[in-house]
């Protein structure tokens, strides 16, 4: 149920709803506090983590730049100490990975890269992931790890005749670098 709340914060946020951003965050909170009530630690602290970054995007959404990397570093860095389920694949949009994009929308590309590698090496194959750390090493001017990234993200996509507009610019620069 958490993920739902979790990835309806996120789109609303991302589009610039900051009002239904907050009501599902307030959802997540509702959630975490009564996981935590039923002693459901583990599963308390992934919708505590989960509402943390509903509360960076909506931060990010309202124009309080600042805050929002700060609270979205954070959120990253408890995601970081929580331990993985052995039975659930791993965060549905990891933070770390998430932070990278919001650092990237800022400008600061160095600090995006490191973002996504470290997302990377914590969980490898994300689509996003390379997506990011491609898009930021270009921003750098590191043709070579931008390209590289960018061949990952075409190896993890192949025999997808998808026509997503990252692959198309993931094409484009393997191509031509």
Same mark, same amino acid.
């Given at each position: 149920?958490?993920?739902?709340?979790?990835? /309806?914060?996120?789109?609303?946020?991302?589009?610039?709803?900051?009002?239904?951003?907050?009501?599902?965050?307030?959802?997540?909170?509702?959630? /975490?506090?009564?996981?935590?009530?039923?002693?459901?630690?583990?599963?308390?602290?992934?919708?505590?983590?989960?509402?943390?970054?509903?509360?960076?995007?909506?931060?990010?959404?309202?124009?309080?730049?600042?805050?929002?990397?700060?609270?979205?570093?954070?959120?990253?860095?408890?995601?970081?100490?929580?331990?993985?389920?052995?039975?659930?694949?791993?965060?549905?949009?990891?933070?770390?990975?998430?932070?990278?994009?919001?650092?990237?929308? /800022?400008?600061?590309?160095?600090?995006?890269?490191?973002?996504?590698?470290?997302?990377?090496?914590?969980?490898?194959?994300?689509?996003?992931?390379?997506?990011?750390?491609?898009?930021?090493?270009?921003?750098?001017?590191?043709?070579?790890?931008?390209?590289?990234?960018?061949?990952?993200?075409?190896?993890? $996509?192949?025999?997808?005749?998808?026509?997503?507009?990252?692959? $198309?610019?993931?094409?484009?620069?393997?191509?031509?670098?």
């Amino acid at each position: 149920m958490a993920i739902s709340h979790f990835a /309806r914060a996120l789109g609303s946020a991302r589009s610039g709803d900051a009002p239904a951003a907050k009501t599902e965050a307030t959802e997540l909170a509702q959630i /975490r506090d009564r996981l935590r009530e039923a002693k459901s630690d583990y599963w308390a602290t992934q919708a505590d983590v989960q509402a943390q970054v509903a509360n960076a995007w909506i931060l990010y959404a309202d124009g309080k730049y600042d805050e929002a990397l700060n609270a979205m570093s954070a959120a990253a860095d408890a995601e970081d100490k929580t331990e993985k389920s052995p039975v659930t694949p791993g965060p549905l949009a990891p933070a770390r990975e998430l932070y990278g994009f919001m650092l990237l929308d /800022r400008g600061k590309a160095g600090q995006a890269l490191a973002a996504f590698e470290a997302t990377q090496a914590k969980e490898p194959n994300r689509f996003n992931g390379y997506a990011g750390a491609a898009k930021a090493a270009e921003a750098l001017g590191d043709g070579a790890k931008a390209k590289a990234n960018y061949e990952k993200l075409l190896a993890l $996509a192949s025999g997808s005749d998808s026509d997503r507009p990252v692959l $198309a610019v993931a094409r484009s620069f393997v191509a031509s670098n």
